[in-house]
Structure formats: C-alpha cells, structure tokens
C-alpha cells in the first residue's frame, strides 16, 4: 500500500507572494506547447515561430476564461445563481477541462479569423500541443490531493490522507499518464504523417473522451453533485460523451471529404 507524500502545495514563497504547484502546472502545459509549437513550425510547414508566438496567448486566455466559466456552470452553478460573484472567487480553485475546452476552441476560432487560417487548421496544429498542459495539470491534481478514486485494494492504491484512511485509486494519475504522454505520442504520430483537415481534431476528441469517461468509473463524483443517473453516471462522462461522438463523426466526415491531402503540420 501507498500513501501520498503530501507535498506542500505551495512551491515557493517570495515575500508575501505565494506560488502554488497548481499554478506552475499551468505554466509548464504553456511553456511546452509553445516550444513544442515553434519546433514543429520548420521550414516547409504552415506555420511560423511567430505564429506560435500569438497562438499561447490565445490559448492561454481560452484555458483560463474558459476553465473558471466551465467549472462555476458545470460544478457550481448553485453557488452562482445564489452569488454570482463566486465566478471570480479563483483563489478557491476550481477549474474545468470541458470548460477550458470551449473556451480554447473559442479562442482558436478568434485567432483563425485574425491570422487568415482556418478554424480546423490551427485545432488540428494544436492539438497533440496541448497534451502537455493536460497532463501538467493532474499532476498538479496530485499535488493538491484532490480528485482522487474510489477505494481499492490493488498493489498501487494510494491513501490519500484528506481522503480518509482507505487506499484508493490515484485516478489523477491515470489521467496524468492517458492524458499526457499517452495522448501526446497517440496524436503526434498521427499527424506526422498526411491527414485530412479535422481528422487530427477529432482523434483528440475521440482518445480524450474514451480516457476520461473509462477512468470517472474508479473516479469519485465532486461531492456536491454525486452521481447523475444509474448510480455510476457522472458529469465527466456526460461531457465527454459527446466528444466520442462528435469526433467520431468528424472523422468520418473528413476522410470522406478529403481521403487524401499533402501535410500541413
């Protein structure tokens, strides 16, 4: 049996300013995308160093805005109607990915319009980018000791001291792991090689969904919400079945429309 280490969460501390391992999660996800962005914009490729340079900040705006906004609607819609205020309350935490989702697409949408690209062009660019920052951010999950499983009995459960006493599932891990480097590598491999327009986006669709709904069955409910239906359904899985299914009639889609094209990546 494991048991947490129980890191510190905050990292460092300068004078009365604290920074929390959380928040350098997100800066790490940033900083690889955007290296990983500018080398993948070679010579030859649609892309330029530059445009890299303008597309973090988009997308770091798409994350930020659109995790709060998500995870006030989606998690904590209650505390909003009752004070609407607790929109800006982030020193609480609180972020979604479904959210931070919609709002990067918004983002991406907003970026095509000003640099003359399309909207699927820069998702299928960006896509296997953003792996990184997924998994940064549940590492920063485990840190914090939060979002953790169900009680297990396997070799590697984990007790969770804010938890309880019982060893559980660190499905944060899992989800670091399917999320990061397992995603990364599936959509970098793939777009390697000449796809048609979407199809990148819409295998990111399709892996995200699959990982996130399989591991919310060893992943406890946020407490406040519990279970939706059938005593397993829960608000992970009812947001990323959709994306199993929008991306797998995208990629349908665009193989049907375009069943061969010369690499853009």
Same mark, same amino acid.
């Given at each position: 049996?494991?048991?947490?280490?129980? !890191?510190?969460?905050?990292?460092?501390? %300068?004078?009365?300013?604290?920074?929390?391992?959380?928040?350098?999660?997100?800066?790490?996800?940033?900083?690889?995308?955007?290296?990983?962005?500018?080398?993948?914009?070679?010579?030859?490729?649609?892309?330029?160093?530059?445009?890299?340079?303008?597309?973090?900040?988009?997308?770091?705006?798409?994350?930020?805005?659109?995790?709060?906004?998500?995870?006030? %609607?989606?998690?904590? %819609?209650?505390?909003?109607?009752?004070?609407?205020?607790?929109?800006?309350?982030?020193?609480?935490?609180?972020?979604? !990915?479904?959210?931070?989702?919609?709002?990067?697409?918004?983002?991406?949408?907003?970026?095509?319009?000003?640099?003359?690209?399309?909207?699927?062009?820069?998702?299928?660019?960006?896509?296997?980018?953003?792996?990184?920052?997924?998994?940064?951010?549940?590492?920063?999950?485990?840190?914090?000791?939060?979002?953790?499983?169900?009680?297990?009995?396997?070799?590697?459960?984990?007790?969770?001291?804010?938890?309880?006493?019982?060893?559980?599932?660190?499905?944060?891990?899992?989800?670091?792991?399917?999320?990061?480097?397992?995603?990364?590598?599936?959509?970098?491999?793939?777009?390697?090689?000449?796809?048609?327009?979407?199809?990148?986006?819409?295998?990111?669709?399709?892996?995200?969904?699959?990982?996130?709904?399989?591991?919310?069955?060893?992943?406890?409910?946020?407490?406040?919400?519990?279970?939706?239906?059938?005593?397993?359904?829960?608000?992970?899985?009812?947001?990323?079945?959709?994306?199993?299914?929008?991306?797998?009639?995208?990629?349908? !889609?665009?193989?049907?429309?375009?069943?061969?094209?010369?690499?853009?990546?």
């Amino acid at each position: 049996m494991l048991v947490h280490p129980e !890191f510190d969460p905050i990292a460092l501390t %300068l004078g009365p300013l604290q920074v929390h391992w959380y928040g350098l999660m997100y800066l790490i996800g940033f900083a690889g995308g955007w290296w990983l962005g500018r080398l993948r914009a070679r010579p030859g490729s649609a892309w330029t160093p530059a445009d890299m340079d303008d597309l973090v900040f988009y997308i770091a705006l798409g994350v930020i805005l659109g995790g709060r906004i998500g995870y006030t %609607l989606f998690y904590g %819609l209650d505390n909003f109607l009752s004070n609407p205020l607790t929109l800006f309350y982030i020193w609480q935490g609180g972020m979604s !990915f479904h959210g931070g989702f919609l709002g990067v697409l918004l983002a991406m949408w907003i970026y095509g319009r000003k640099r003359d690209k399309g909207f699927w062009q820069v998702t299928d660019y960006i896509a296997p980018l953003v792996t990184i920052g997924l998994g940064a951010g549940r590492i920063g999950n485990f840190i914090n000791q939060e979002l953790w499983g169900k009680v297990s009995n396997l070799p590697w459960a984990m007790v969770f001291p804010a938890a309880g006493p019982e060893p559980r599932h660190p499905s944060m891990l899992y989800e670091a792991i399917l999320e990061g480097p397992v995603l990364f590598l599936i959509l970098w491999l793939y777009s390697a090689k000449p796809r048609p327009t979407m199809a990148v986006s819409a295998l990111f669709l399709i892996c995200y969904g699959v990982f996130r709904f399989g591991i919310e069955f060893v992943r406890l409910p946020d407490a406040h919400i519990g279970y939706l239906a059938f005593g397993w359904l829960t608000m992970g899985q009812v947001l990323s079945a959709p994306m199993i299914l929008v991306g797998i009639g995208l990629i349908i !889609f665009a193989h049907r429309r375009q069943p061969s094209q010369s690499k853009t990546l």
